[in-house]
């Protein structure tokens, strides 16, 4: 009966969203051209797909290639005249390079080149807002349920029907080391029915270190078998304990918090008391969860992060391929603004914007 019922939910919201790409499609609806390239990372459901990640390698990609970088991004799930938990989490792990928050993504994106002497746009689950046109869509299907049970929502877990996916430039499907090999071809296979010109990556997200609120890293080898307190507010938590589980570690306890959660007192407690039961050594969360409570311990319990880094299993030669013209393109952006990098507001400087 609750099937039937979400079932039949689903058809309203599928209709507004092909009619809203349609629109788009046919020219009905305005895409705004802006003038530097643009890349977005994105995905077809809700929920963690690894794109915090994703937009962290790439970034480091076209700063490596010496290409100037802003990311864009809605900020969902940010407190009033805040950053939200994965502006946070890249503000550490980038500290050179800007995150715009804005739902106006236009509007952002004006800023970033007038204001930033921005190169290239990078934006952060950006697949469904189309306002703003891109060079490349970069597309990321979660190894867990890459075709979210082939509905829309409410009865599945689609933004977009799954033939929104032949937009793709690039497909990645992510922690696929959590799947066999033949579970990795099928849904290979069924994507690029989807979107025969994309190319496809696999990539696992490995564990690289532990890490503290300082950003002070230890070795992740010494979580084996070590007795832990596990908590995560993520949209993929059986990833995170999948990673526990995989380095060793004897969860001891474990509690998960929706996505995007804003940690309260009374949520710092429960962890404590968690923890404490169990007899803990050490409580381990995500980067997602440390920077919003920037702590080095709870109860007297040392808390550390695993800090997560990406790594490609197949097709990273694909993707460097398709990034390769639009970092040309980005490259050869002249403009009195990149006159030198002491010059320019663009190095170290954190830019949030909330007013459309």
Known sequence: MLRAGLYAASFPYRWV?????????????????????????G????????????????????????VRVAILSRG?????????????????ALPDVPHLQNPDR???????????????????????????????????LDASEPFGFDHVLPR????????????????????????GLDQ????????????????????????????????EASPIASLAGKSVAAFCGIGNPAGFRHTLDALGAN??????FPDHHNYTRGD????????????????????KDLVKLRVAAIGGIPLRAIGVELRFLRGEDAMTGALRPIVERARSINSEMFASDEASPYVGEEVQRTDG
């Not at 799930?77 to 550490?92: F, I, K, P, T, V």
């Not at 703003?132 to 869509?137: E, I, N, P």
């Not at 969860?251 to 998960?256: G, I, K, P, T």
């Not at 710092?268 to 409580?283: E, F, H, M, P, Y």
Request: hydrophobic share 45%; glycine share 8%; aromatic share 4%.
């Open 106 to 140: 236009v509007a952002s994106s004006a800023i970033a080149i007038e204001e930033l002497a921005t190169q290239l746009l990078l934006l952060d689950d950006g697949f469904q807002h189309r306002r703003l046109a891109r060079d490349l869509d970069i597309v990321l």
């Open 43 to 66: 995905n077809l459901t809700v929920g963690g797909t690894g794109k915090t990640p994703m937009v962290e390698w790439i970034a480091r990609h076209l700063r490596a290639k010496g």
């Open 156 to 179: 599945g877990t689609l933004r977009e029907p799954v033939d929104g996916l032949r937009r793709a430039g690039v497909v990645v499907l992510s922690r696929a080391d959590m799947i």
């Open 251 to 256: 969860v001891a306890a474990w509690r998960e």
């Open 17 to 41: 969203v092909r009619t809203r790409n349609r629109r788009y499609d046919r020219g009905g609806a305005e895409i705004h051209q802006v003038a530097v390239p643009v890349v977005s990372v």
């Open 268 to 287: 710092v407690d429960a962890i404590c008391t968690l923890a404490r039961d169990s007899g803990a050594k050490l409580i381990v969360c995500t980067r």
């Open 184 to 215: 990795r071809e099928a849904i290979r296979r069924r994507a690029l029915e989807l979107s025969p010109q994309a190319a496809w990556c696999e990539v696992e997200h490995r564990a690289a270190a532990l890490v503290d609120a300082s950003g």
């Open 76 to 92: 969902y799930g940010a407190e009033q005249g805040g950053l939200n938990d994965e502006a946070l989490e890249l503000e550490l």
